[in-house]
């Protein structure tokens, strides 16, 4: 899964010459910065999709707790995240970018062995969310510091390896904690996370140096942040409850509604404030409109599949949770080669025939599993086969939806545009969760209950597809603007 593509709030993009403020003056190569910057980005990419492999674990960790409840522990974190990473990237500007990437991997660290400390739902959720805080704060100054440190001509393979790295962090992410929590317990999918974190922050320290812009700092938009966290969550719930006893429709309808409500008001309010969260020049060119439409879409056909694949394996294979790990593995073991070469047919060719042959073969893959797998276990002939052509998909849309959404951005918008567009990609994972939750929630599994997985996932996949087509980042294109 794509990966973490956000940027600073600044309206100035940072500087990017061959002397710049990402790197020590004494320093002859920009690589180590890059490293750096993404263990930290690697880490919260694949804390993003860990999750799903705990997922079993966690309900019996608290067996008070439905599957609606349990939801929260990856929908409040993504919620949260996603709303945070526009306005961090101006805390950056205005305090540091190092200083706070910094402070965000640190808060991240401590957040996580909160998390693995809860002894209750709310105490789990409750770290989540200051886990999504630390995330967002580290995200775009983790991106800005790499730009900053490179040349301009070297700035597109840059950003390139470290989209690729938080795409595969996001991909690794259910394998890793399918093995982890199998082996040691649900609680070390968070602690997992200290030891690279102490070594982000120990190298970080000495290797990056400071660089922010006070001058252009961009005011905290509290009110679009309060906005938007309520509509996303307020639909999100709507979703995950639509099947609870306890919930009728009309309570179901009025969440929802508050939901819509709320995201017409953040819609709203962009357009009237002074220094909105969003602002909606950025939608006036096409192929942005057409790309964060398609990043929504395909956002959610990622997180579901992912979800889906551990209650197939579990419910339907009995396979156990080290296993279904590996079983999942080569199709995250193909997105970085094949990032690394849609990269390059992209910069020749633009992003469009890329992107809509990624999402065709993404839509293969959930044709696939939508008419082959069945109940006897026969991974060689009737998973593999799905799994190595998601894992081209995948490859081949994330990181070209991310590039393709800032390719047309003027410099001054190039940062929170980026960052706009990570945002509407994790509001689809909160909404492939949702809808994943509701249609395989129930204690008792069939396999013909994931028929409508299948069919959304193939769905999503020919609409993003569709959405792809007016894309035009063509060189010439671009050259043009």
């Known amino acids: ?64 707790a439905t599957a609606a409840d349990l939801s929260w522990v990856l929908n409040a974190y993504t919620v949260v995240y996603a709303a945070m990473l526009i306005p961090s990237g101006g805390l950056a500007d205005r305090h540091g970018r190092k200083r706070v990437f910094l402070a965000g991997v640190a808060l991240f660290l401590a957040a996580s062995i909160a998390c693995g400390l809860a002894v209750s739902v709310e105490w789990l959720v409750a770290a989540r969310v200051l886990q999504a805080v630390g995330a967002a704060l580290l995200t775009p100054a983790s991106l800005s510091l790499v730009l900053a440190a490179f040349p301009t001509n070297k700035r597109a393979v840059a950003v390139s390896l470290w989209g690729a790295v938080g795409g595969l962090a996001a991909a690794v992410g259910p394998s890793l904690g399918a093995f982890v929590i199998a082996s040691l317990g649900w609680q070390w999918a968070f602690y997992l996370n200290v030891p690279l ?20 700092a961009r005011p905290l938009d509290l009110v679009g942040i309060a906005l938007l966290i309520h509509g996303i969550g307020a639909l999100a719930l709507s979703i995950v409850q639509a099947d609870s006893p306890d919930w009728s429709s009309h309570d179901l309808l009025a969440t929802a509604g508050v939901g819509l409500t709320s995201i017409l008001g953040f819609v709203v309010w962009a357009r009237l404030a002074e220094a909105p969260l969003v602002d909606p020049e950025l939608f006036r060119n096409a192929t942005y409109r057409y790309v964060n439409l398609a990043t929504l879409s395909f956002g959610t056909a990622f997180s579901m599949m992912f979800f889906a694949f551990f209650f197939y394996m579990n419910s339907i294979w ?6 279904a790990g590996l079983a999942m593995a080569p199709g995250p073991l193909l997105v970085v080669p094949v990032a690394a070469l849609s990269g390059r047919l992209a910069g020749r060719h633009g992003h469009r025939p890329v992107l809509v042959a990624g999402c065709l073969i993404y839509a293969a893959s959930a044709l696939w599993f939508f008419m082959v797998p069945g109940n006897e276990p026969a991974y060689l002939t009737h998973w593999l086969p799905g799994m190595m052509l ?9 990181p070209s939806l991310s590039g393709a959404a800032a390719s047309h951005l003027p410099p001054e918008h190039y940062a929170v545009g980026s960052a706009v567009n990570q945002a509407i990609r994790q509001i689809g994972s909160v909404m492939g969760v949702a809808l994943t939750v509701l249609l395989l929630g129930g204690a008792t599994l069939h396999r013909g209950d994931f028929d409508a997985v299948y069919l959304c996932h193939m769905s999503l996949a020919l609409l993003t597809a569709a959405l792809c087509l007016p894309v035009n980042t063509a060189p010439t294109a671009v050259a043009e603007k």
């Open 1 to 64: 899964m794509t990966a973490h593509d956000s940027q600073t709030v600044a309206s100035s993009p940072p500087v990017i010459d061959e002397a710049s403020p990402g790197l020590p003056a004494s320093a002859t190569s920009p690589w180590p910065v890059f490293w750096v910057a993404s263990v930290a980005v690697f880490l919260v990419s694949m804390d993003g999709t860990m999750l799903f492999a705990a997922f079993s674990a966690l309900r019996a960790g608290f067996p008070q």
């Open 197 to 216: 974190g102490m070594l982000a922050i120990w190298r970080g320290a000495t290797l990056l140096s400071e660089a922010k812009q006070p001058a252009r």
């Open 318 to 323: 009995r396979y156990p949770l080290p296993l």
């Open 390 to 398: 998601s894992g081209m998909g995948v490859g081949m849309v994330l």
